[in-house]
């Protein structure tokens, strides 16, 4: 079969989809790419592919600009080029935005899986996980799943994708190496001739918005660290983030005689991806913030220690590659939602971006490049951050079992919080929902998957089981009416059966941490078409998520609590 991959978005997104080209390659497909022209040349890093078909997205609106004829010529003729060229039998389409919805339907495939539209122009995705992606991507902190995961549950593919060396980058040719390692030795700075006994460390200042950025000073701290430690830092980044690179110089001064450079390489603007590629594969370890370039080292095997700021958090967008280090600040608001602004800003600076300390993230770059951080799970005191190390449940892991999901293991002591904890049941059950598997917790035959590793206090379950069980109520009521309807259509039954509808949204509203399944129900809900039995089904379904919720929460907290006898 002909597979089209379409990922129309960030570097990041469209190196995460890696693991679903290799997995549907593995399943004895041919496999195609779409992507944004201008991260065509990250298809070069990729394996597995018989084809690359950039799209012309800048393009496209600037032409707009000027004349729309224009523009839907060149969409026909990208489009066309797909079509004839390669003449997918099936489209998977990873971006859930209305064009490239579009797009994968005016592809002629005879099967569609991803983001698509029905014959009204409404949303109609193919399945549970990418209508759940799409919620996920805007709510924060409601989403327990790794984005390379849901691509590959998108695609169709399940259990866990060969990760023993990242997540399956081509990488860089011998040559680019080479020359890789030939410019790095040729770049140190007079303080830093022994450096290379040790090796390279990458750092990369920048991120998407400022507010995810670790400050440049901090930074500094750990880059002096790392020289005192025997280590040649190297600034990676794009020309625009050149600035921070010159901020950081400045913060560190001259490393020897009068005149000398800052004991730093700095490469920032100075290469294309192919390059940028090469460079990591020479470095030991990458220090970033969330951005591309992490992805990017994780696809090469190249371990991180990554900061997650503001909006970003690590529980879906960590790097995927075991082992890799993890910090988010330890902050009851964190993550905080997409277009809020912050309330603890101290000095105009957000109060997270000050919480991680740098002591602490040198600290765990010089454990991680001595092999300390990766090898045990010894807690650490995270200096202001809730601090992770990636895992992939393939065999027996923590929490929600060997579901061949990435995972995270708190270096911190923060897997007995209660958001970690509720995290834990969230991923049991909302992938056995999504999965299409039983929610019926005592017919599994290891017993209740979130028994002892739940927990909850008093205090955090208490509102959530009363919004539970107010919505279970609501559910089954809803299915009486709905059974009611279908012998004897009243109106004033219809009436109280949308009703009823309404207040198990309003109820799941009730609790915050419930975003995500009142979300879910809406959009399970809203699908166009649905009959009476599919509505009575769905309902159904939900309560039994629900009601597994429920178990699992006092389940845990029975445990942990020892009021199992009460």
């Not at 950039?54 to 990208?78: T, V």
């Not at 440049?216 to 020289?227: D, E, I, N, T, Y």
């Not at 958090?313 to 790097?319: E, K, V, Y």
Request: charge should be negative.
């Amino acid at each position: 079969m002909k597979v089209l991959v379409m990922n129309l978005t960030r570097l990041g997104d469209l190196l995460q989809s890696q693991p679903t080209v290799a997995g549907l390659k593995a399943q004895g497909h041919s496999v195609a790419l779409a992507c944004l022209e201008n991260f065509a040349p990250a298809a070069s890093l990729m394996q597995g592919l018989d084809g690359v078909f950039p799209f012309p997205g800048a393009r496209l609106l600037a032409r707009l600009d000027q004349d729309w004829r224009l523009a839907l010529a060149a969409y026909r003729e990208a489009t066309e080029r797909i079509r004839h060229e390669f003449a997918p039998d099936l489209v998977i389409n990873l971006t859930p935005s209305e064009p490239a919805r579009l797009m994968a339907m005016s592809l002629g495939a005879a099967e569609l899986r991803g983001f698509a539209l029905d014959d009204h122009g409404f949303n109609a995705d193919s399945g549970a996980w990418a209508a759940f992606l799409q919620l996920a991507s805007s709510s924060r902190g409601a989403s327990p799943f790794n984005i390379v995961d849901i691509f590959r549950r998108i695609a169709g593919l399940s259990g866990a994708p060969d990760n023993s060396g990242g997540f399956g980058l081509r990488g860089p040719t011998p040559e680019a190496r080479s020359e890789a390692q030939v410019r790095l030795h040729g770049l140190l700075p007079d303080g830093l001739q022994g450096a290379p006994a040790k090796g390279f460390v990458a750092l990369q200042l920048g991120a998407s918005e400022d507010r995810r950025r670790w400050p440049v000073a901090r930074f500094a701290q750990v880059a002096r660290g790392l020289v005192e430690a025997g280590f040649a830092p190297v600034l990676v980044g794009t020309a625009q983030e050149k600035a921070l690179g010159e901020r950081l110089r400045a913060e560190l001064g001259p490393c020897g005689p009068a005149g000398s450079s800052a004991p730093v390489i700095d490469l920032m603007g100075q290469t294309d991806l192919p390059a940028l590629a090469a460079v990591l594969a020479e470095c030991r370890l990458l220090v970033t913030n969330d951005t591309g370039t992490m992805h990017l080292a994780a696809g090469l095997g190249v371990p991180c220690l990554a900061l997650f700021l503001a909006t970003a958090q690590p529980w879906d967008t960590g790097p995927y590659l075991p082992g890799s280090i993890c910090l988010e600040p330890d902050m009851a608001c964190h993550p905080c939602g997409f277009g809020q602004d912050c309330p603890h800003l101290t000095d105009g600076n957000e109060a997270c971006r000050q919480a991680i300390a740098p002591e602490t993230v040198l600290a765990l770059a010089l454990d991680m490049l001595c092999g300390r951080a990766t090898a045990g799970g010894d807690s650490t005191d995270g200096g202001g951050a809730r601090v992770w190390r990636t895992v992939i449940n393939s065999g027996s892991g923590p929490g929600s079992g060997a579901d061949g999901l990435m995972d995270l293991v708190s270096l911190s002591g923060h897997d007995q919080e209660d958001h970690t904890r509720f995290i834990r049941i969230q991923r049991t059950l909302y992938r056995r929902y999504l999965d299409g598997e039983s929610l019926d917790l005592a017919a599994t035959p290891a017993g209740p998957p979130t028994a002892g590793a739940s927990g909850l206090s008093a205090e955090a379950a208490g509102p959530l089981l009363k919004a539970l069980g107010t919505a279970s109520e609501f559910l089954f009521l809803l299915e009486r009416q709905g059974q009611l309807l279908g012998r004897d259509p009243m109106k004033s039954v219809k009436a109280k059966f949308l009703a009823t509808w309404q207040r198990v949204q309003s109820s799941l509203c009730a609790d915050p941490r419930l975003t995500m399944l009142s979300a879910l129900w809406m959009f399970e809900t809203e699908r166009p078409g649905l009959d009476m039995p599919e509505i009575l089904a769905l309902a159904a379904r939900f309560r039994a998520l629900i009601d597994a919720m429920r178990a699992s929460v006092e389940i845990g907290m029975n445990t942990a609590y020892g009021h199992a006898d009460q």
